[in-house]
Nanobody
Framework: QVQLVESGGGMVQAGGSLTLSCSAS????????VGWFRRYPGKDHDIVAT????????YYADSVKGRFTISRDNAKITAYLQMNSLKPEHTAVYYC??????????????WGQGTQVTVSP
């Protein structure tokens, strides 16, 4: 099974930017859609953005449209989440996971450690 490792989180002030990375363990990553999720304390994983196997199609949650951009580089077996104009409510742990389809965001893999994003006022 494809294993994914998230990185790139950190602490930023409101209005700042971060780029998260999702590095895969094997080339089979190319065969899957991929999604970014976030989890608030005590809550389930919520979908943030998804893209299909080649990055040609994307989906964004309404709360991040126009601020976040999902992309992938299959040559590097890595997906990214560019986060701009961050707000304190974007503070959460962010995870990536492989999906069967970009418009059916049910995760297929196990959850990794995630990467913490903290946005200060």
């Amino acid at each position: 099974q494809v294993q994914l490792v998230e990185s790139g989180g950190g602490m930023v002030q409101a209005g700042g930017s971060l780029t998260l990375s999702c590095s895969a363990s094997e080339r089979a990553f190319e065969n899957y859609a991929v999604g970014w999720f976030r989890r608030y304390p005590g809550k389930d994983h919520d979908i943030v953005a998804t893209t299909n196997w080649n990055g040609g199609f994307t989906y964004y949650a309404d709360s991040v449209k126009g601020r976040f951009t999902i992309s992938r580089d299959n040559a590097k077996i890595t997906a990214y989440l560019q986060m701009n104009s961050l707000k304190p409510e974007h503070t959460a742990v962010y995870y990536c996971n492989i999906l069967r389809f970009f418009n059916s965001p049910e995760p297929l893999g196990s959850w990794g450690q995630g990467t913490q994003v903290t946005v200060s006022p």
